[in-house]
């Protein structure tokens, strides 16, 4: 069985800084992928950067890089220059390929704080 | 295009009765999930239909939950003699590839 762990449930940091939301997962699968989503306040699912288990770079997307360790089975998710509006509930999800599809597993999530 | 989108947003409903949750996908996309997301806790996996057909409801709870998507588009998700312990957050997602999943803003269920 496949499992996600983030074992931050609080981060602070400051505005312009950048933060480190760490993920670490488990499974015996050779090919899976990796999704970092951002969940604010009002609910709603916002998916932010992907990477694929034989994707050989760190996947990027403006703000937010993907800091891939496969041995280490980690994938921490890195914001860069922090905004006010960063703050949000962070969830890193594991792709299961089965039946045709791709079931996420989700992790407990990482709540981040940006203060002045 | 419109995103995901879900109706209700709210839905408040009695122990014992039937609610059923719609979810509307992004057009054109063949993949449709549903995951519940309970207070503190992250998505958790229902069921995924690959057009018409439910291909995985592994993850619903048990026979009272059931969903179907009759023309490959919009999905209903029916929960019969609702529960206390089914109050969260429903979510559906659509996707047309394997690396994406967008998700509508959600259904909060309350069972009182």
């Known amino acids: 069985a496949q499992k996600i762990t983030q074992t931050q449930p609080g981060m602070f940091v400051q505005e312009k800084e950048a933060v480190t939301l760490d993920c670490t997962y488990d499974t015996s699968d050779q090919s899976y992928g990796l999704f970092w989503y951002k969940q604010p306040s009002s609910g709603e699912m916002i998916f932010l950067i992907y990477?694929?288990?034989?994707?050989?770079q760190n996947a990027t997307e403006g703000r937010y890089s993907l800091n891939f360790q496969k041995a280490r089975k980690s994938a921490n998710l890195v914001i860069s220059a922090s905004q006010l509006g960063d703050s949000a509930m962070y969830f890193c999800a594991m792709r299961e390929a089965n039946r045709g599809g791709n079931k996420l597993t989700f992790g407990t999530g990482t709540q981040l704080k940006v203060e002045l | 295009g419109a995103g995901v989108s879900q109706t209700p947003s709210n839905k408040v409903t009695e122990k014992g009765k039937y609610v059923e949750l719609r979810c509307d996908p992004i057009s054109g996309h063949t993949a449709l999930y549903w995951y519940r997301q309970s207070l503190g806790q992250g998505p958790e996996f229902l069921i995924y239909?690959?057009?018409?057909?439910?291909?995985?409801d592994s993850g619903l709870p048990n026979d009272r939950f059931f969903a179907v998507r009759p023309e490959g588009s919009v999905s209903t998700l029916k929960i019969q003699r609702t529960e206390r312990g089914d109050s969260a957050v429903y979510l559906c997602?659509?996707?047309?590839?394997?690396?994406?999943?967008?998700f509508g803003p959600g259904t909060r269920l309350t069972v009182l």
């Open positions: 990477q694929g288990s034989y994707d050989e």
């Open positions: 997602a659509s996707s047309s590839k394997y690396n994406e999943q967008f």
């Open positions: 239909f690959q057009g018409t057909g439910a291909a995985d």
